[in-house]
């Protein structure tokens, strides 16, 4: 059964940790609960928080290279709100992480981050985007070949509300009870997707599995309803970390919480046999990335 590991930081920035008590957690498929550590908005940032400021997407993004929004109706004044807010938090997550995860200094990458305006509650989606239903992370436009998902996450609900997850089994019995189903795509298949710009780099035949395990997750009722899972209710101004290409998770209530996703090669693991690609490999029987 996962487990969640609570460490009491209660800054964002500072002196790095000493131990690897954090890595340790995660890559046993924990989720580190920092319920102390609030990211704190600012009052004229009230303005943008709306559902009305998302174009028909479940979060407006922003990538930290380029500073560039998407997924915003925003323009103007409210982007520089919405681009601002989201620089802070890119910053201090890269920051938080950094501190956090000694082992992985300088392997790290910083991907996207999110901010999810929308109550996830009664929202309407096609069951493939419901995140709702548990599931492990996989993105289908920009495959993370041999890269670890990394993601933290931050409740930044005004008025008090939690965040409630569910949090399935570990990544082995999941991998277990659907590696059988899951198909090894057909040699040049990832060559043709990037041709066609599916993708954005080549989607390793481990990525192409992955997919097929998100969307198989989600699309068994009897795991949906049996599989091992705890409920775990994440307060507003906490935050928390977590591997979800391999903690099977699901979101089933609450509203406003960034988001920033980070990249961590598998090699950069203390213990890389606890990876969803090693544990696909071993039950396929072949190398798949
Ligand atoms: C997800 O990654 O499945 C959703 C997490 C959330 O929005 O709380
Ligand atoms: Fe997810």
């Known amino acids: 059964m996962q487990r969640v590991h609570e460490i009491p930081v209660e800054v964002w920035t500072g002196p790095p940790h000493a131990d690897d008590q954090a890595a340790r957690a995660l890559e046993a498929g924990d989720v580190v609960f920092l319920p102390a550590l609030r990211f704190r908005v600012e009052e004229r940032e009230a303005s943008i928080f709306t559902p009305a400021i998302l174009g028909g997407a479940k979060s407006a993004s922003f990538d930290p290279r380029s500073d560039r929004l998407g997924g915003t109706t925003l323009t103007g004044t409210g982007a520089e709100i919405l681009q601002r807010l989201m620089r802070r ?29 929308a109550e996830i509650e009664g929202r309407v989606t096609s069951w493939r985007k419901d995140d709702t239903r548990l599931h492990v992370d996989s993105f289908p436009a920009t495959p993370s070949g041999s890269h670890r998902i990394l993601r933290l996450f931050a409740n ?64 068994d009722d009897d795991f949906q309803r ?13 935050t928390w970390i977590a591997f979800t290409d391999q903690v099977s998770h699901a979101a089933t209530a609450g509203q406003y919480q960034l988001e920033q996703t980070f990249l961590l090669p598998v090699d950069a693991m203390l213990d890389d046999s606890r990876s969803p690609l090693r544990i696909l490999e071993r039950l396929k029987g072949r190398p798949l990335a």
């Open 156 to 219: 930044v609900n005004s008025s008090g509300r939690g965040r409630s997850w569910r949090i399935g089994g570990d990544f082995e019995g999941v991998a277990q009870r659907f590696a059988p189903q899951l198909r090894l795509p057909f040699p040049g298949s990832s060559v043709v997707l990037a041709l066609l710009r599916v993708t954005k780099t080549p989607r390793t035949a481990y990525d192409a599995l992955m997919l097929q395990l998100h969307d198989a997750m989600k699309a």
């Open 226 to 238: 049996i599989s091992p899972q705890t409920t775990m209710d994440f307060p507003a101004g906490s």
């Open 89 to 117: 938090f890119s910053d201090a997550a890269a920051i938080l992480v950094d501190r956090l995860l000694p082992p992985y200094r300088g392997r790290v990458k910083q991907a996207r981050a999110s901010f999810r305006p």
